[in-house]
């Protein structure tokens, strides 16, 4: 991970109200306060209720911040959609796009994440685009087709020297407590990272590729440690403080207190 900064993501999902919102963001600013960390870029994500208080509180800090989703188009009638130009008013400057949870429980298809790519970039932000397969598609052998897929159309007419992030979830893994092995991890990456190479991107130098999947303060150490890995997509373990810190806190091998 040599010349990058580490991603440290925590998506809250549908999680905290504004003020409790706050009142973490508070807490955490100040317990990473006594610690450099310029190596690593911590970010979270709210609800979009929440975002405002998130803003107000993180004003002037490293600590980073971004939206769950957004929609393809700036302005118009789209009741309930929201542009991606009131995120960055807002001074967000992540947004998840295609998440597993989008794609199975709202339909969301290759194409509309596509789109809501290609706005958000032309807008200013800086997407991570979700791939990941299901049990049944890695059980069938087809993780690399449909990742492929998933990035081909996901990327399409994607400039090549654009600043994005790529986050494989094994959809299996999600919210299952059991994170993808070491190997399974880095035969993924690496084929990721080697996808991108190969279509003309800048890769490790503008896109990073991050894993998500039931991460935790238990196995963060080892995931970090898997190669081609830049950083970690968090959900449940991102809405305690002590666990969130403990994750952006990992060790590196080598590092003293580097788990074995």
Known sequence: MSGIRTLIAGNWKSNKSAEEARAFVKALREGLKEKKRDEREIVVFPPFTSIPAVADELRNSEIGYGAQNVFWETAGAFTGEVSPVFLKELGCRYV??????????????????????????RTGLRPILCCGETWEQRREEKTFCIIGEQLNAGLHQVPF???????????????????????????????????????????????????????????????????????????????????????????????KGASP
């Open 161 to 255: 020297d654009a600043e994005f992030d790529i986050a494989y979830e094994p959809v299996w893994a999600i919210g299952s407590g059991k994170s993808a092995t070491a190997e399974q991890i880095e035969v993924v990456h690496s084929y990721i990272h080697q996808w991108l190479q190969r279509k003309g991107f800048a890769s490790r130098e503008r896109v990073r590729v991050i894993y998500g999947g039931s991460v935790t303060p238990e196995n963060v150490d080892r995931l970090i440690a898997v190669p081609d890995v830049d950083g970690v997509l968090v959900g449940r373990a991102s809405l305690k403080l002590e666990s969130f810190i403990r994750i952006v806190d990992f060790c590196c091998p080598g590092e």
């Open 96 to 121: 998840i796009i295609g998440h597993s949870e989008r794609r199975t429980l709202f339909g969301e298809t290759d194409e509309i994440c596509n789109r809501k790519m290609l706005s958000s970039l």
